[in-house]
């Protein structure tokens, strides 16, 4: 039986029954319009790497989206 894998996203828990990496995760919640920099445990992870990095219990991811204005 799998094993729930809890996460935290923008400061909100989240849980997944399977193994999902950054890509899937941003592709799940429609990330791929705008631009946007990830936060992952703490450290800028960069979109190169995103297809590479499973989510593991109590990750940290932070979406931070860039946004003009004057």
Avoid: H, R
């Amino acid at each position: 039986m799998a094993q729930k894998i809890f996460f935290f996203m923008n400061g909100n828990q989240y849980s997944t029954n399977n193994l999902i990496t950054i890509s899937e995760l941003l592709l799940y919640f429609n990330y791929n319009s705008i631009p946007f920099i990830v936060e992952y445990n703490n450290c800028i992870c960069y979109e190169k790497d995103w297809s590479n990095i499973t989510i593991e219990p109590f990750d940290k991811l932070e979406i931070v989206t860039i946004v003009g204005g004057g």
